[in-house]
Protein backbone atom coordinates (compact mmCIF):
# COMPACT_ATOMS: atom_id res chain seq x y z
CA UNK A 1 0.00 0.00 0.00
CA UNK A 2 1.40 3.61 -0.72
CA UNK A 3 2.57 5.02 1.94
CA UNK A 4 2.96 9.23 2.83
CA UNK A 5 5.39 9.73 5.58
CA UNK A 6 4.62 6.84 7.33
CA UNK A 7 0.92 7.19 6.56
CA UNK A 8 -1.43 5.02 3.93
CA UNK A 9 -3.86 6.59 1.76
CA UNK A 10 -7.04 4.57 3.52
CA UNK A 11 -5.76 6.55 6.16
CA UNK A 12 -5.99 9.81 5.16
CA UNK A 13 -9.35 9.18 3.04
CA UNK A 14 -11.00 7.75 6.01
CA UNK A 15 -9.88 11.01 8.10
CA UNK A 16 -11.45 13.31 5.30
CA UNK A 17 -14.77 11.75 4.97
CA UNK A 18 -14.85 11.46 8.74
CA UNK A 19 -13.46 14.96 9.41
CA UNK A 20 -15.60 16.44 6.17
CA UNK A 21 -18.61 15.12 5.05
CA UNK A 22 -20.97 16.14 8.38
CA UNK A 23 -19.37 19.29 8.38
CA UNK A 24 -20.92 19.40 4.66
CA UNK A 25 -23.99 17.85 5.89
CA UNK A 26 -24.70 20.45 8.78
CA UNK A 27 -23.47 23.36 6.11
CA UNK A 28 -26.45 22.18 4.10
CA UNK A 29 -28.98 21.76 6.97
CA UNK A 30 -27.94 25.61 8.60
CA UNK A 31 -28.17 26.64 4.63
CA UNK A 32 -31.70 25.93 4.41
CA UNK A 33 -32.63 28.55 6.90
CA UNK A 34 -31.78 31.03 4.19
CA UNK A 35 -33.52 29.42 1.38
CA UNK A 36 -35.52 32.93 0.45
CA UNK A 37 -32.52 34.56 -0.31
CA UNK A 38 -29.62 32.09 -0.77
CA UNK A 39 -25.90 33.61 -0.24
CA UNK A 40 -23.65 32.94 -3.36
CA UNK A 41 -22.30 29.65 -3.50
CA UNK A 42 -18.84 31.22 -4.34
CA UNK A 43 -18.76 33.15 -1.52
CA UNK A 44 -19.99 30.54 1.04
CA UNK A 45 -16.87 28.10 -0.29
CA UNK A 46 -14.62 31.02 0.25
CA UNK A 47 -15.57 31.53 4.02
CA UNK A 48 -15.68 27.76 4.24
CA UNK A 49 -12.00 27.42 2.95
CA UNK A 50 -10.71 30.39 4.80
CA UNK A 51 -11.98 29.29 8.06
CA UNK A 52 -10.30 25.76 7.07
CA UNK A 53 -7.19 27.58 7.19
CA UNK A 54 -7.51 29.47 9.86
CA UNK A 55 -7.19 26.91 12.50
CA UNK A 56 -3.84 26.98 11.62
CA UNK A 57 -3.59 30.42 13.18
CA UNK A 58 -5.78 29.06 16.39
CA UNK A 59 -3.15 25.78 17.05
CA UNK A 60 -0.44 28.74 17.02
CA UNK A 61 -2.22 30.89 19.23
CA UNK A 62 -3.27 27.89 21.86
CA UNK A 63 -0.02 26.75 22.23
CA UNK A 64 1.81 30.04 22.23
CA UNK A 65 -1.08 31.21 24.98
CA UNK A 66 -2.32 27.82 26.68
CA UNK A 67 0.64 25.80 26.32
CA UNK A 68 -0.27 22.75 28.76
CA UNK A 69 -1.09 19.33 27.25
CA UNK A 70 -2.45 18.38 30.97
CA UNK A 71 -5.21 20.50 31.78
CA UNK A 72 -8.17 17.83 30.99
CA UNK A 73 -6.30 15.72 33.67
CA UNK A 74 -5.86 18.78 35.64
CA UNK A 75 -9.35 19.75 35.85
CA UNK A 76 -11.00 16.33 36.52
CA UNK A 77 -8.76 15.77 39.11
CA UNK A 78 -9.52 18.80 40.91
CA UNK A 79 -13.47 17.79 40.04
CA UNK A 80 -12.74 14.39 41.52
CA UNK A 81 -11.72 15.79 44.67
CA UNK A 82 -14.61 18.18 45.84
CA UNK A 83 -15.74 20.40 43.92
CA UNK A 84 -14.32 23.66 44.83
CA UNK A 85 -15.10 27.16 42.53
CA UNK A 86 -11.76 28.81 43.21
CA UNK A 87 -9.49 26.08 42.48
CA UNK A 88 -11.61 24.62 39.60
CA UNK A 89 -11.44 28.70 38.07
CA UNK A 90 -7.57 28.97 38.14
CA UNK A 91 -7.05 25.32 36.67
CA UNK A 92 -9.47 26.20 33.70
CA UNK A 93 -7.42 29.28 32.67
CA UNK A 94 -6.08 27.31 29.52
CA UNK A 95 -9.73 25.97 29.06
CA UNK A 96 -10.95 29.89 28.75
CA UNK A 97 -8.06 30.54 26.84
CA UNK A 98 -8.68 27.97 24.31
CA UNK A 99 -12.40 28.51 24.00
CA UNK A 100 -11.75 32.46 23.41
CA UNK A 101 -8.91 32.07 20.93
CA UNK A 102 -11.31 29.48 18.62
CA UNK A 103 -14.14 32.12 18.83
CA UNK A 104 -11.70 35.04 18.05
CA UNK A 105 -10.52 33.15 15.36
CA UNK A 106 -13.54 31.72 13.83
CA UNK A 107 -14.69 35.56 13.78
CA UNK A 108 -11.72 36.39 11.92
CA UNK A 109 -12.33 34.01 9.40
CA UNK A 110 -15.26 35.28 8.36
CA UNK A 111 -15.00 38.49 8.60
CA UNK A 112 -11.78 38.31 6.56
CA UNK A 113 -14.37 36.03 3.70
CA UNK A 114 -17.18 37.22 3.86
CA UNK A 115 -19.12 39.56 6.59
CA UNK A 116 -17.45 43.01 5.43
CA UNK A 117 -18.69 41.82 1.55
CA UNK A 118 -21.18 43.39 -0.10
CA UNK A 119 -23.31 40.30 -0.48
CA UNK A 120 -23.81 40.14 3.40
CA UNK A 121 -26.25 42.48 3.41
CA UNK A 122 -29.17 41.51 5.90
CA UNK A 123 -29.08 40.15 9.55
CA UNK A 124 -29.34 36.83 8.78
CA UNK A 125 -26.28 36.72 6.53
CA UNK A 126 -24.04 37.64 9.53
CA UNK A 127 -25.40 34.13 11.23
CA UNK A 128 -25.23 32.55 7.87
CA UNK A 129 -21.11 33.35 7.41
CA UNK A 130 -20.42 32.87 11.07
CA UNK A 131 -21.67 29.16 10.75
CA UNK A 132 -19.88 28.33 7.44
CA UNK A 133 -16.28 29.71 8.71
CA UNK A 134 -17.40 27.70 11.86
CA UNK A 135 -17.77 24.54 9.92
CA UNK A 136 -14.87 24.87 7.55
CA UNK A 137 -12.34 25.39 10.60
CA UNK A 138 -14.46 22.13 12.83
CA UNK A 139 -13.80 20.26 9.42
CA UNK A 140 -10.44 20.28 9.85
CA UNK A 141 -9.86 19.83 13.32
CA UNK A 142 -11.92 16.81 12.48
CA UNK A 143 -9.23 15.84 9.75
CA UNK A 144 -6.83 15.94 11.55
CA UNK A 145 -7.79 14.62 14.86
CA UNK A 146 -9.04 11.60 13.64
CA UNK A 147 -6.12 11.06 11.08
CA UNK A 148 -4.54 10.89 14.60
CA UNK A 149 -6.89 8.28 16.04
CA UNK A 150 -6.19 6.36 13.09
CA UNK A 151 -2.55 6.40 12.85
CA UNK A 152 -2.76 5.64 16.61
CA UNK A 153 -5.19 2.56 16.69
CA UNK A 154 -5.58 1.74 13.23
CA UNK A 155 -8.58 0.67 10.93
CA UNK A 156 -9.45 -1.73 12.71
CA UNK A 157 -10.10 -0.09 15.70
CA UNK A 158 -13.77 0.78 16.82
CA UNK A 159 -13.08 3.94 18.51
CA UNK A 160 -12.64 5.54 14.92
CA UNK A 161 -16.15 5.41 14.20
CA UNK A 162 -16.98 5.74 18.00
CA UNK A 163 -15.08 8.98 17.98
CA UNK A 164 -16.36 9.93 14.30
CA UNK A 165 -19.73 10.42 15.77
CA UNK A 166 -18.67 12.21 19.03
CA UNK A 167 -17.03 14.76 16.57
CA UNK A 168 -20.36 14.93 14.76
CA UNK A 169 -22.15 14.73 18.01
CA UNK A 170 -20.42 17.13 19.77
CA UNK A 171 -17.64 19.39 18.50
CA UNK A 172 -19.11 20.00 15.43
CA UNK A 173 -22.03 21.53 16.37
CA UNK A 174 -20.33 23.47 19.42
CA UNK A 175 -18.63 25.08 17.05
CA UNK A 176 -21.83 25.66 14.79
CA UNK A 177 -23.85 26.93 17.58
CA UNK A 178 -21.20 29.01 19.49
CA UNK A 179 -20.54 30.51 16.00
CA UNK A 180 -24.34 31.07 15.36
CA UNK A 181 -25.04 32.85 18.88
CA UNK A 182 -22.20 35.33 18.21
CA UNK A 183 -23.26 35.80 14.24
CA UNK A 184 -26.84 36.26 16.31
CA UNK A 185 -25.76 39.38 17.99
CA UNK A 186 -24.07 40.59 15.02
CA UNK A 187 -27.23 40.06 13.19
CA UNK A 188 -29.13 42.09 16.14
CA UNK A 189 -27.26 45.53 16.02
CA UNK A 190 -26.75 44.52 12.04
CA UNK A 191 -28.86 48.17 11.64
CA UNK A 192 -27.50 49.97 14.52
CA UNK A 193 -25.03 52.25 14.71
CA UNK A 194 -20.92 51.37 15.18
CA UNK A 195 -21.10 51.63 18.64
CA UNK A 196 -23.95 49.57 19.36
CA UNK A 197 -22.52 46.76 16.66
CA UNK A 198 -18.86 46.68 18.79
CA UNK A 199 -20.58 46.25 21.72
CA UNK A 200 -22.84 43.27 20.39
CA UNK A 201 -19.72 41.91 18.72
CA UNK A 202 -17.89 41.99 22.40
CA UNK A 203 -20.85 40.99 24.30
CA UNK A 204 -21.31 38.10 21.92
CA UNK A 205 -18.01 37.27 21.54
CA UNK A 206 -18.02 36.72 25.40
CA UNK A 207 -21.20 34.61 25.57
CA UNK A 208 -19.73 32.46 22.68
CA UNK A 209 -16.55 31.81 25.05
CA UNK A 210 -18.65 30.96 27.96
CA UNK A 211 -20.86 28.15 26.24
CA UNK A 212 -17.71 27.29 24.86
CA UNK A 213 -15.96 26.74 28.03
CA UNK A 214 -18.63 25.21 29.69
CA UNK A 215 -19.23 22.74 27.13
CA UNK A 216 -15.49 22.00 27.10
CA UNK A 217 -15.60 21.87 31.32
CA UNK A 218 -18.72 19.28 31.73
CA UNK A 219 -17.16 17.16 28.90
CA UNK A 220 -14.15 16.59 31.27
CA UNK A 221 -15.94 16.55 34.41
CA UNK A 222 -18.30 13.74 33.27
CA UNK A 223 -17.87 10.24 32.18
CA UNK A 224 -19.73 7.28 30.93
CA UNK A 225 -23.58 7.81 30.28
CA UNK A 226 -23.06 11.39 31.94
CA UNK A 227 -21.23 12.49 28.12
CA UNK A 228 -24.96 12.38 26.30
CA UNK A 229 -26.94 14.64 28.91
CA UNK A 230 -23.97 17.24 28.42
CA UNK A 231 -24.87 16.57 24.26
CA UNK A 232 -28.51 17.08 25.12
CA UNK A 233 -28.22 20.15 26.47
CA UNK A 234 -26.13 21.28 23.92
CA UNK A 235 -28.75 19.98 20.70
CA UNK A 236 -30.95 22.13 23.19
CA UNK A 237 -29.25 25.14 22.66
CA UNK A 238 -29.09 24.43 18.58
CA UNK A 239 -33.06 24.44 18.49
CA UNK A 240 -32.72 27.32 20.55
CA UNK A 241 -30.05 29.03 17.69
CA UNK A 242 -32.92 27.55 15.28
CA UNK A 243 -35.58 29.72 16.71
CA UNK A 244 -33.20 32.82 16.64
CA UNK A 245 -32.98 32.07 13.22
CA UNK A 246 -36.92 32.46 12.43
CA UNK A 247 -36.69 36.02 14.79
CA UNK A 248 -33.87 37.30 12.74
CA UNK A 249 -35.49 36.66 9.50
CA UNK A 250 -37.99 39.38 10.13
CA UNK A 251 -35.69 41.84 11.10
CA UNK A 252 -37.30 44.62 8.47
CA UNK A 253 -36.44 47.51 11.07
CA UNK A 254 -32.89 48.92 9.38
CA UNK A 255 -34.06 48.25 5.41
CA UNK A 256 -33.91 51.14 2.74
CA UNK A 257 -37.00 52.51 2.38
CA UNK A 258 -37.02 55.62 -0.86
CA UNK A 259 -39.68 57.91 -1.54
CA UNK A 260 -39.63 60.95 -3.96
CA UNK A 261 -39.74 63.12 -0.87
CA UNK A 262 -37.00 62.16 1.23
CA UNK A 263 -35.13 58.99 2.20
CA UNK A 264 -35.66 56.68 5.54
CA UNK A 265 -33.94 58.22 8.87
CA UNK A 266 -32.94 54.56 9.43
CA UNK A 267 -30.49 54.18 6.71
CA UNK A 268 -26.96 55.17 8.17
Given at each position: ??N??G???????L???G?F?????W????L?E??K???P???????F?V??????????L????A????IV?Q??????K???F?????IS??????AF??????????????????Q??E??D??I????A?L??SA?????F?????V??G??????????????LG?????????A????FL?????R??????????????????LH??F?????V??????L?V????????????????V????H?????????K??PY??
Amino acid sequence: MTNLGGLNWVFILLAVAGGFLPTVFWLWFWLQEDRKKPEPVRLIMKTFIVGGFFIILAFTLEKFFAPNGDIVEQVSDVYQKGFSFWPILLISGPLVAWAFIEEFVKYIAAYVAALKNKQCDEPIDMMIYMITAALGFSAVENFLFLLNVLVTDGTTSSSFLFTGNLRFLGATLLHTVTSALLGAFLGFAFYRNKWLKKIAWFLGLIASTALHVLFNFFIIVNEGGNVLRVLICLWAVAMIIIFIFEVIKRLHYGKIITSPIKQSPYVQ
